[in-house]
Structure formats: structure tokens, C-alpha cells
T-cell receptor
């Protein structure tokens, strides 16, 4: 069974702190995506990770992919309030499935 | 043009109504998707069209009927919906089917009374 597990599901942080969101998946894939969703809004693409060892950074967010461990991380550095949102990882199994399997999402709240 | 558009943004309908959701993209993508998202849950795939042919139907009730009139347009026809069908309906597109980044539209917030 294809499973994608994110943790934590809820994360309350103080501004200026660092934290990591984890995304584990059950079956081999070398394509993983991170999305951000603000309340009532659509999904905004953050990172596309397409190979083992891929690391991408944008501002205070950095994502990495370890396909051997079936693990991706989203690291937040010096959090600011504007980062408050729900973050989803999604694994692409391609082939005959050809669709994304989403994690349950991590709701991040950054407080002053 | 690098976006997916959806209309309407909000829709309120009764259980006996017939309505349609519309999605459009002009990125030359050949795969288009419908997702349903309930509050505080991840999106759930409903349908996939690849090269204007229905490729995946994730056991969606027949009260939801997709249509792909051409490579840029995707419709979702709604009939005799139930209150539990109230959700955010997201359209997405990708360059082709399988292994490609999906770009999401802004969604239609549907309320069934």
C-alpha cells in the first residue's frame, strides 16, 4: 500500500526558531514535491525534488530528499509569521498510477 | 501564461440542482486532474485526463461527471449532490501524465445545501 506520513501534523513555533518537518513514504519513488496551502486557498508549489540527495532552498525553507531512506525533510530556519500555513509533501509514483499521494499535511503556526 | 484558472470561485447549490465547474490552462499541458479537498485534509484525486481521454476515475460517484472538451479545458458536471460533497474542488495540470509536476488552480469552494 502506498503511504505517505508527515510529522508533526501540528507545529507551533516561535519566531526566530528552527524546526524540521519530516515526510516518510512507503514505496520507492524518486520524485517528491512540497506544497504550501494558506487557509481557503489553493496549493502553491514550493519544491520539486527529483533525485536522491536533492537539496533545494528558497528563503527560510530548505528541502531535501533521501530516496534510500524514503525520507524528505523541510527545514525552517529563523521562522517568521508569514510562514504560517499548512505544508504538504506529495510523492509521485508515476507510471500506471501517475498521481500524487499526499501526506496529511503539517499545520505550522509561527507566533511572535 | 503559467496558471490554471477555475470558475466559479464559490458555488452554493441545492441537492436537486445541476451545475458545472470549469478549469482552463494555456500551458500546453496534456494531463489535467480534478481533486476534492475537505477541510483540514489533503487533496484526494478524483479524475485524471491524459490527452483528453479519461485515464483514472478513483471510484467517484456518478453524480460527478467529468468532461474534457479540448486540451485546455476541463469541466466537472454536478448533479444531485449531497451535503457531504461540500468541499474545495481543485483542478491541476501537468505537462503529461505520470512523473510530472502538477500546477494547481485556485479552487472552487462548493457548498451543497
Amino acid at each position: 500500500e502506498l503511504k505517505v506520513e508527515q510529522n508533526p501534523l501540528f507545529l507551533s513555533m516561535q519566531e526566530g526558531k528552527n524546526y524540521t518537518i519530516y515526510c516518510n513514504y512507503s514505496t520507492t519513488s524518486d520524485r517528491l514535491y512540497w506544497y504550501r496551502q494558506d487557509p481557503g486557498k489553493s496549493l502553491e508549489s514550493l519544491f520539486v525534488l527529483l533525485s536522491n540527495g536533492a537539496v533545494k532552498q528558497e528563503g527560510r525553507l530548505m528541502a531535501s530528499l533521501d530516496t534510500k531512506a524514503r525520507l524528505s525533510t523541510l527545514h525552517i530556519t529563523a521562522a517568521v509569521h508569514d510562514l504560517s500555513a499548512t505544508y504538504f509533501c506529495a510523492v509521485d509514483y508515476g507510471g500506471s498510477q501517475g498521481n500524487l499521494i499526499f501526506g496529511k499535511g503539517t499545520k505550522l503556526s509561527v507566533k511572535p | 501564461d503559467t496558471e490554471v484558472t477555475q470558475t466559479p470561485k464559490h458555488l452554493v447549490m441545492g441537492m436537486t440542482n445541476k451545475k458545472s465547474l470549469k478549469c482552463e490552462q494555456h500551458m500546453g499541458h496534456r494531463a489535467m486532474y480534478w481533486y476534492k479537498q475537505k477541510a483540514k485534509k489533503p487533496p484526494e484525486l478524483m479524475f485524471v485526463y491524459s490527452y483528453e481521454k479519461l485515464s483514472i476515475n478513483e471510484s467517484v460517484p456518478s453524480r460527478f461527471s467529468p468532461e474534457c472538451p479540448n486540451s485546455s479545458l476541463l469541466n466537472l458536471h454536478l448533479h444531485a449532490l449531497q451535503p457531504e460533497d461540500s468541499a474545495l474542488y481543485l483542478c491541476a495540470s501537468s505537462q503529461d501524465f505520470g512523473g510530472r509536476e502538477q500546477f494547481f488552480g485556485p479552487g472552487t469552494r462548493l457548498t451543497v445545501l
